[in-house]
């Protein structure tokens, strides 16, 4: 009796729905001083965000906002590394925990679109000029968005223990 009511109420797995492929085009490009990736460093790296000059009447007033999300992607990312580690030790390193790469922020997650929020110091014409943009020189752009902190910006957000003692060693 119960078998039957356990195979009745079963649920089946329901299929993964296709997805269409997405293909994106970049807007720009990222200029700096930095030519291989580095894993610290960055807050005082000038870039300058170079929009496609076709694309410049897309940036009217953007200057209005002192701060700006820069969406990158990292082209020297090898294919075959790209989303080949389902679980990984942020910043390689095996004292912090395993976590699945979707938990963590790394270059090497499937579809690597990396996302920083960064000052705007000027926009000239098709260029922008923001610092601490922790993408290397020539890095694709492939959008730009003002940054609202209203929006954006969660105070009370909750953290894994080791990414506060990363934050408060970064502070100190
Ligand atoms: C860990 S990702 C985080 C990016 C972004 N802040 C985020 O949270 O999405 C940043 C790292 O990607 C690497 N990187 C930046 N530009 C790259 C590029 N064009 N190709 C490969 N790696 C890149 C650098 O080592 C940099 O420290």
């Known amino acids: 009796m119960l078998d039957r009511l356990r195979r009745i109420f079963r649920r089946e797995p329901k299929a993964f729905p296709e997805l269409p492929d997405v293909r994106l085009t970049p807007i720009g490009y990222v200029r700096n ?13 000038e870039s300058r965000v170079i929009i496609r000059p076709e694309l410049a009447d897309m940036l009217l007033n953007l200057g209005d906002y002192s701060h700006v ?8 990312v090898p294919d075959d590394v790209r989303g080949s580690k389902p679980q990984l030790h942020p910043r390689d390193d095996e004292e912090l925990p ?11 997650r499937p579809n690597p ?8 110091l000027a926009v000239k014409g ?3 000029k923001v610092r601490g943009l922790d993408a290397i020189d020539g890095s694709p752009v492939l959008d730009v968005k003002p940054y609202l902190p209203h929006h954006d910006s969660i105070t009370d ?7 506060e ?5 970064r502070n100190r």
Do not use: C, Y
């Not at 990396?114 to 705007?120: A, D, K």
């Not at 003692?165 to 060693?169: R, S």
């Open 126 to 128: 098709n260029v922008l």
């Open 98 to 108: 395993l976590m699945g790469v979707l938990a963590t922020r790394s270059q090497i």
């Open 33 to 45: 001083r930095v030519k291989e990736p580095m894993a610290d460093g960055w807050a005082n790296v």
């Open 69 to 76: 999300i820069i969406v990158f992607w990292p082209h020297k």
């Open 157 to 163: 957000a909750r953290l894994p223990k080791w990414v």
């Open 113 to 120: 679109l990396l996302v920083t929020p960064v000052p705007l």
């Open 165 to 169: 003692d990363a934050q408060a060693w």
